[in-house]
């Protein structure tokens, strides 16, 4: 393990926090003048970022210290998320470029906010938590599915396989598999309502509602986070030669998720597992092609 | 007695212990050997490699018990529990069928007693007789099976019968491998056999359910693994494949089942149901790439089981026992009474928590590095060249994604309802601060059992890898990523938790009212147990066939009445195919009546025939 080898997951880690908001005020920024909007400014996040920092933190009363430490658990994960994903050269922390594992880190930090959803003791919370806890669910066999496609040819889990394979049929399943995946897993419509204020339609903004200041700005960093490296975990499903082309992918991934949140409306929430389900057949039927096929 | 108890728990740790680290230490423990005057029965005791994982657990779960004991549970318990472990640790040393099945039936009744401990309800009775009838029905088969191959091998001794298991005919092995299936499957829980588990465990005293889901399933594993990897070995691919589909379908079903309840013990056992189909995926994948000739991913999918054995063995010990001290805490295991424990039970909730995220397979916990482990060796498993074991394995990691989720959605609604929040009950005087002392120090050496061997699984890697080197004759599995695997996972997160308190120190938090638009907070406005589960109710219908009734109460107009009572029950499908069963076979068990006149001549007659038929067929 030399200084490089270190370097590369603390820079990957830098790059794609510090652009994170970016890409979220970008996708807003594209959505309303898709809308016909002019919409705020792409670099409005990194605004309500800080504002949010230097404001104080409320609590409900009696608040357990698993809320108080969610804000940084989530953070943590995501973090080690973005770290683990296998853009450059082998880095220092290779054993976390591995499917099973990066779902079920992924777990670790919906754990937490469910936890603290159900100590606010609100309906609001319990409600945000129980969608959230079902969507989780039905995710993973979907987003394992797209992801095992490269790593089960050569029996193993590591994901930084992906980036060797040629163009296939089996891959453009997969993508199209963790493209339904991502609309859920980074709160969008029509799994998920990011702009609503109706306390009732809320999936992952209700499970943040008790949080403000500074906890809140942990947290929605974490979101804008997690919709980055996952979309950047989205393009290593397409073949590239180099991080470029994986970010093309998944800067791809970002306007058609833009595209469909302008063209369709929320789904009722008994319709999702129907989003979902179809997620899985067609990452199943990439790894059947795989399997059949016998190549990448 | 209690004194009794509580030191016989110690002592039958300690034996376990010893024998465990020997046989390990020396791959295999002989013990002696008593040849009577029957062969058919001779007597042979000693500890297998596979046994002496299931030793070293027994002797961890016997500590954390026997702590217990000291001041929970009643003296009586206290006696049954010693003697239901040593019963366990007998199975482990069995090495002849008939120490093997004396052993087995020992284990049987006395948790019998044990399960019905709580006699005086009627409930308690009912799932006593059921399990005797599950377990009688499956020791049968298991002597059926162990019978057969003593037959064959001509020796009762387990050491001469596994050296003669490969010239088994075919005929002979398939019946051997159904009645071992059949026979250790129901002790284990597997699906569709499961049904007597969720009412006969959660009845127990909780540390006896500890014992029951942690040990004595353990034991029944080990048994199937004994017959289906020495005994009958080698398995053919299909027994592998079946094995696996069954343990899916039991993953699946027992954490959604899970989901829905809301007794909390009863949630427990439902959950063991899932983690009993979790271990048979890796026995299946052993056995199914075993037959496949792939021997290295054979090993490590042994390793994966009895990793993932060992670990639920601990972390079900430790929330039975929780749920027992909630129980002593609250008079009530029912989630939707529950709320808010966090702030008096100081020490359980803590451990819970530990628990809870173990189970679900979080990092850094040792449910996350079995549950890995298990993924890791079915995605090896997928170059087999048979299609339908690739079907199953692809079937497996579906299954087995789905139960994870599902289980982090299950115990996220367990702590969250019962440990946070605020109590749902109006209090009469502020609850009483649990005392730590002996009891706890049960929990806290169970979790901290879970969090070492999540941190670092390797400690228990080396041991299981060789293990399961030696049981299938192949050099020990390789794990090039697993013990750097939670630390590297877990650092952020544990850091970004560490940073979060820090700062709210700092920077202070204040405290408001929770926002309910406005309305007064009352208990009533928190979710419900029942309410968290409803979409997962929904979606799962067709598993779990819900059945919902809404009763309007008092007022003029039905819009607005005085009351809403909202009820929902599951039912259980396999219940209902084995009611139809039961009154099938009681059909026909009256219709056979006809024979039985009560007359002693044409019993007499019966006895001749069979005397003539019994010469005939001999001839």
Not at chain 1, 33 to 41: A, I, N
Not at chain 1, 221 to 246: C, D, I, R, S
Request: hydrophobic share 55%; net charge positive; aromatic share 8%.
């Amino acid at each position: 393990m030399n200084a490089l080898s270190l370097a590369i997951p603390v820079l990957q880690v830098a790059a794609i926090a510090a652009l994170a908001p970016l890409l979220q005020g970008a996708m807003k920024s594209l959505r309303a003048r898709l809308q016909g909007r002019p919409g705020p400014s792409p670099v409005q996040p990194y605004r309500d970022l800080v504002k949010l920092w230097g404001k104080e933190a409320l609590l409900p009363e009696g608040a357990s210290p698993v809320t108080i430490a969610a804000p940084g658990v989530v953070l943590g994960v995501v973090l080690a998320f973005a770290a683990g994903l296998p853009l450059g050269p082998r880095n220092a922390l290779d054993p976390l470029a591995d499917a099973v594992a990066l779902v079920l880190l992924l777990a670790l930090g919906r754990f937490a906010l469910l936890l603290a959803a159900l100590d606010t003791r609100s309906s609001f919370g319990g409600m945000a938590a129980s969608r959230e806890a079902t969507f989780g669910a039905l995710v993973e066999p979907a987003l394992l599915f797209s992801l095992f496609g490269a790593a089960a040819l050569s029996g193993g889990t590591k994901i930084s396989a992906l980036n060797a394979l040629p163009f296939s049929p089996a891959s453009v399943l997969a993508f199209a598999a963790f493209f339904l995946v991502a609309l859920a897993e980074t709160a969008r419509v029509p799994v998920d309502n990011q702009e609503t204020h109706y306390e009732l339609t809320m999936v992952h903004e209700g499970l943040l509602l008790e949080y403000s200041g500074w906890q809140l700005a942990l947290l929605h960093g974490a979101a804008y986070v997690k919709q980055f490296a996952f979309l950047l975990l989205g393009g290593l499903l397409l073949p590239g030669q180099a991080w470029w082309a994986h970010l093309g992918w998944a800067l791809a991934m970002a306007c058609g998720i833009t595209f469909v949140e302008t063209a369709l409306a929320k789904l009722r929430l008994f319709e999702v597992p129907q989003v979902l389900g179809t997620a899985f057949i067609l990452a199943a039927t990439g790894i059947g092609l795989r399997l059949i096929g016998g190549t990448p | 007695m209690r004194a009794l108890g509580v030191a016989a728990t110690a002592a039958v740790a300690l034996a376990a212990a010893l024998l465990g680290g020997l046989a390990l230490a020396h791959g295999g423990a002989p013990l002696g050997a008593f040849q009577g005057p029957i062969p058919a029965l001779a007597l042979v005791f000693g500890v297998t490699p596979l046994g002496a994982v299931f030793c070293l657990l027994l002797a961890l779960l016997d500590a954390a018990v026997a702590l217990w004991s000291v001041e929970r549970g009643s003296a009586l318990d206290a006696v049954l529990i010693a003697a239901f472990s040593a019963a366990m640790l007998l199975v482990l040393c069995a090495q002849s069928v008939a120490v093997f099945f004396f052993a087995w039936e020992a284990m049987a009744l006395v948790s019998a007693f044990i399960i019905a401990t709580h006699h005086e309800r009627r409930s308690v009775r009912r799932a006593t007789a059921l399990y005797l009838l599950v377990s009688q029905t499956g020791a049968a088969c298991v002597l059926v099976a162990l019978a057969l191959l003593a037959y064959q091998a001509g020796s009762p001794s387990f050491g001469l019968i596994a050296r003669s298991a490969g010239s088994l005919p075919a005929g002979t092995r398939n019946a051997v491998l159904a009645f071992a299936l059949l026979g250790f499957g129901s002790k284990a829980g597997f699906v569709p056999l499961h049904f007597w588990l969720p009412r006969a465990h959660p009845v127990a005293p909780p540390h006896a359910s500890a014992l029951l889901s942690g040990g004595m399933l353990k034991v029944a594993l080990y048994g199937l693994a004994t017959v289906t990897l020495t005994l009958a070995a080698p398995a053919p691919l299909a027994w592998g494949i079946a094995i696996v589909a069954i343990g899916t379908a039991g993953a699946v079903a027992g954490v959604l089942y899970a989901m829905v309840d809301r007794d909390l013990k009863r949630l427990l056992a439902y959950s063991s149901v899932e983690n009993a189909g979790i271990v048979a995926i890796g026995l299946g994948a052993t056995l199914a790439a075993g037959a496949e000739r792939l021997p290295d991913v054979a090993a490590l999918a042994l390793t994966a089981a009895l990793f993932h054995a060992f670990n639920h063995g601990l972390f079900k010990a430790l929330l039975f026992l929780g749920a027992g001290a909630v129980a002593d805490s609250e008079g009530t295991v029912d989630l939707e009474k529950l709320g808010g424990l966090r702030g008096h039970m100081v020490w359980t909730a803590p451990a819970f928590l530990i628990g809870c995220a173990a189970i679900a397979g979080l990092p850094p916990f040792n449910g996350f590095a079995s549950e890995w482990l298990i993924f890791r060796s079915l995605a090896a498993e997928l170059v087999a060249r048979d299609p339908a074991a690739k079907v199953a394995m692809l079937g497996a990691i579906a299954g087995l994604a789905l139960a994870g989720g599902l289980a982090v959605a299950c115990f996220a609604r367990v702590y969250g309802i019962a440990f946070l929040g605020k109590p749902r009950r109006k209090q009469t005087k502020p609850p009483e601060r649990e005392r730590g002392g002996v009891p706890a120090a049960a929990l806290v050496l169970l979790a901290a059992l879970c969090t070492l061997f999540g941190f670092l699984p390797g400690l228990a890697l080396g041991p299981l890898g060789r293990v399961a080197a030696t049981v299938l004759h192949v050099p020990p599995p390789a794990f090039p990523t697993l013990p750097v695997l939670p630390v590297t996972l877990a650092l952020l997160p544990l850091a970004g938790a560490l940073a979060a308190l820090a700062l709210a120190r700092r920077r202070g938090v204040r405290s408001v009212p929770t926002w309910t638009c406005g309305s007064p907070v009352t208990p009533a406005a928190a979710y419900t147990a029942t309410a968290f589960a409803k979409p997962l109710r929904r979606i799962f219908a067709f598993v779990l066939a819900p059945e919902s009734r809404r009763t309007l109460e008092g007022g003029d107009s039905r819009w607005f009445p005085q009351r809403i009572v909202y009820q929902t029950d599951s039912r259980y499908l396999v219940d209902e195919t084995a009611r139809r069963f039961a009154a099938l076979t009681l059909r026909v068990v009256r219709r056979s009546r006809l024979v039985q006149s009560g007359s002693l001549r044409l019993y007499l007659a019966y006895a001749v025939a069979a005397l003539i038929l019994t010469v005939v067929a001999a001839r």
